[in-house]
């Protein structure tokens, strides 16, 4: 049987080449990096502050809150006015006012009917503009109902994200 003859001088076989720690080093950075990110995501999750609205404080703080989550959706209802000047011309818009509100869903009118907060006529008008009610207020004391139109086109944009042509506008 022949011999080996080694090329180094100390007559051993050569090693594996070992894997560089480098590697190993990454790959716990990276684990610690996402386990880190994982941590915080939660802990904003669990702890919001006082500030963070998501869709359970805005349940909670709609208006008539059991009428509205079993007939409709709890919203933010935006409330500005816009001035135009004709001459010269110029449009003012004064700061938003963000206030809780309920989108009623059409097939639940009736009972905004019973409460006698809107009338046979207002279900007519709205329904004509194939419209919906939604109201901010106590549905009990006195609450503030408008005809609301739903808007397609931004439904579209934040569930899909894709672009969309505009739709034409409701005719009044």
């Not at 000047?85 to 869903?105: D, M």
């Amino acid at each position: 049987m022949a011999r080996r003859r080694y090329s180094s001088t100390l007559n051993q076989p050569p090693t594996e080449p070992r894997a560089n720690g480098t590697t190993t080093k990454l790959a716990i950075a990276g684990a610690i990096f996402a386990v880190g990110i994982g941590v915080g995501i939660a802990l904003s999750t669990l702890n919001p502050t006082p500030r963070t609205v998501d869709a359970i404080r805005l349940d909670n703080l709609a208006p008539s809150r059991d009428f509205c989550n079993n007939y409709g959706a709890s919203a933010m209802v935006m409330s500005s006015r816009v001035y135009v000047t004709l001459n010269p011309f110029n449009v003012f818009i004064s700061q938003a006012e963000p206030v809780p509100g309920c989108v009623v869903l059409p097939n639940n009118w009736n009972l905004l009917l019973q409460k006698n907060v809107i009338k046979e006529a207002d279900i007519r008008q709205c329904k004509d503009r194939m419209n919906t009610f939604g109201f901010t207020g106590d549905l009990e004391k006195a609450p503030t109902v408008d005809c609301i139109y739903e808007s397609k086109n931004a439904t579209e944009k934040f569930t899909n994200g894709l672009p969309t042509t505009p739709s034409p506008s409701p005719q009044p």
